[in-house]
């Protein structure tokens, strides 16, 4: 994760709440090294990079950054939530070049988010890595290969007309 951060020129992004999103790796930084709930609050990420369903250009390297995170193993299940919940969002932001370019995002680690179903960890991190398959794979069949293995490890109400 520290890798891919060092990658960009925060200075240059966007941020909605300061003059750059320079903040932003730090920001993920401390949300990587979170043990709680508390910790792992996205408060330099969401209202500055990203809210609800508008995002600056700033999501897509934030975006790569998360799935780094993820791909490794020294996340705690809060922190790997957090980050989950942030990447759901970013794949259906409603500009849909920045939805689709973190949906390539997504695609880059597929197996990583279809491990967090297979886990069993957390039934919410394995809901939002379900959310983001469902945005992000390409072959529907694998989809629904998931439900047929891993439904029980999903919310019962995953589908209001299940």
Do not use: N
Not at 78 to 104: I, M, Q, S, Y
């Amino acid at each position: 994760m520290e890798m891919e951060l060092s990658l960009y020129d925060w200075s240059a992004l966007p941020c909605r709440s300061c003059r750059s999103a320079e903040h932003v790796p730090g920001d993920l930084l401390r949300m990587a090294r979170a043990r709680t709930r508390e910790e792992a609050e996205p408060r330099g990420i969401e209202g500055h990079v990203f809210q609800e369903t508008w995002g600056t250009v700033t999501v897509v390297p934030v975006a790569r950054a998360l799935m780094a995170g993820l791909a490794g193993r020294t996340l705690s299940v809060e922190a790997r939530h957090r980050f989950l919940d942030l990447l759901a969002g970013f794949v259906v932001l409603d500009d849909d070049d920045l939805a689709e370019a973190c949906k390539d995002v997504a695609r880059t680690g597929l197996w990583t988010l279809y491990e967090e179903v297979f886990s069993g960890r957390a039934v919410g991190s394995a809901l939002f890595a379900y959310w983001i398959l469902t945005e992000a794979e390409p072959a529907p069949a694998r989809l629904e290969r998931l439900l047929q293995v891993a439904r029980h490890l999903l919310p019962d109400d995953l589908y209001e007309d299940d």
